[in-house]
């Protein structure tokens, strides 16, 4: 059997492959000189050199990519990316402006803005807290271990300190720390205190004006903020010399000088304060008019507030004088006498025969005490303020003709005064009154006024007829220094001169001989007023029974030469003390004061004689 050949798996195995055979009739597979396996055995040298050709061609491409993307990221958008980068390290900071004065007639400061900043820190950029909180605390007064606990604190903002003076915050500024942010935070600081506090308004923590003066004129008070923008370096510092510093400035606000004299208000305050101390006033009010210009000399009320603290007295930031209405009582009766004299149905001498009472519908009104039929004068009707003789004479004027008098002396309207919250009262149309409450109108119960209202009505009175709109800004001055004077009201006449001085004739009568208030003569000067006493409504019923009253005194001096007019209102819940024997000694008190401070020349001739009655 030797020389033959067995097919593959027709053997014996080794392994599972054919078993090499050695000797001439042995089967061999030789490989050809050269040759591979797989992967390209087979490729020639001209096939090899095509393959290096493409790869070199591929790597030559991607160079060419790489080299002109760098030629457009250098040299097309290297400057939006050098812009970005510069772009990233601007901060932009504002630059606050400077909040306007608040002064008195005289210059004298209500209101100012010191320069101050707040200091805080990013805790995320400082590096060093403890090293940081040494070199702080002696600038801002602030423990180390609060300090240090801030600068390592969580978030990227901390309040360091705030109402820093301005040398100070350099000094800090000049340490260079990393992570610590000046910002300009100007301090609003009111130097009278509580003085003209309600009329003065205050700011929130923003800066902006929430009441008073501080809030009408906002705009003019507050100015114009600036920015800055400043390049920074890593450590949030700016970048010295090559940085980029641009500032747009800050224009500061304008000046606002008030009618106000700092020295009356604060007199015309400390006298309020002594009536809410009595025990039985919990609260009074008072304003005092210059009678030929309308414009406001003092205005207050107690309990008052501080507006550098507002927080502390949260329920008193309102302007009691303007928003705060009563019934004013007696007082009004003016008004009733007045349009009877303008109208020509009655003279201060006249005489009528008045009861102790009268029926108005169902009900009865009395004088405030019964009495048998007495002669008394228009005069006396005034000076002894009976209820039964002033309706009688609105009865001969007419509801419709007494309303028109007693908007035009600007009942149930708004005076228009430069103050926010201004109330313009309780009063309905003639055509609504019943025949009591016509009566009740007549004599200042059943409407309702503001201490404001009531002073414009006498400076009418005292200015020979003519309503001038109470005014309580005198001018505006621009950070340029231009001052712009505030505009005068027109005057409007209300009465005639000739009644107007019939009707100084017989208030004066009422601070007289005889009159009901006595304690509001001034000595050396004639006075003339009018008091008033009217119901205060109880809360507790929606009642009158209980609820106390309303005491008023409003006048003017001198009384043959008008300067200023007065307006005291005290409100006693508990107290039925009338209004000669509580709000005319305070009247006194600051008529006196304005007077005298002014330099007013004591009257010239006596006060006249007055015939009350038929008998005197």
Known sequence: MAGTVRGPGTGPRSGGRPAPRSGPGAFTSRRAPGSRRSGGAGLSLAQRMSRNRIGL???????VVVVGRLAVVQGIDGARYANAAAQDRLRTYPIAAIRGEITDREGRPFAYTADASTIAADPTVVTDPARAALA???LLDVPVAELTEKLAGEGRYQLLA????????????????????????????YPAGAVGGQVVGFVGRDGTGLA???????DELAGTPGTRRLEVGSGGNPIPSRGIDESVPATDGSDVALTIDQDLQYVTEQRLAEACADGFTT??????????????AAMGSCPGYDPGRPGETPDRLGNPVVSDVFEPGSVMKAVTLAAAIEEGEATPEEFLTVDGHIQAGNRRVTDAHDHAPIDWSVTGILAKSSNVGTIMLARE??????ERYLRAFGIGSRTGIELPGESRGIFQGSDEWSEIQAANIAIGQGVSVTALQMASVYQAIANDGVRIEPRIVRSVTSPDGHVEQAERPQGTRVISEDTADAMAYMLEAVVGPGGTAPLGQIEGFRVAGKTGTAQRANPECGCYEGGGYFTTFVGFAPADDPQ???????????????????AAPVFR??????????????????RPDFQLTRDR
């Open 57 to 63: 061609g591929l790597l030559v491409l991607l160079l």
């Open 136 to 138: 702080l605390t002696t």
């Open 162 to 189: 705030e109402g820093v003076p301005p040398e100070t915050a350099d000094a800090v500024r000049e340490l260079g720390l990393a992570g610590i942010v000046i910002t300009d935070a100007p301090e609003r600081r």
């Open 212 to 218: 008073g003066i501080e809030q009408t004129f906002e």
């Open 283 to 296: 609260r009074a009010s008072a304003v005092v008019l210059d009678v030929r210009t309308g414009e406001v």
């Open 397 to 402: 004027v007419g509801d419709e003709v007494l």
């Open 564 to 582: 200023y007019v007065v307006a005291v209102d005290l409100e006693r819940p508990t107290s039925s003390a009338e209004g000669g024997q509580v």
């Open 589 to 606: 008190d600051i008529l006196r004061y304005a007077l005298t401070a002014d330099g007013v020349v004591p009257s010239g001739t006596p």
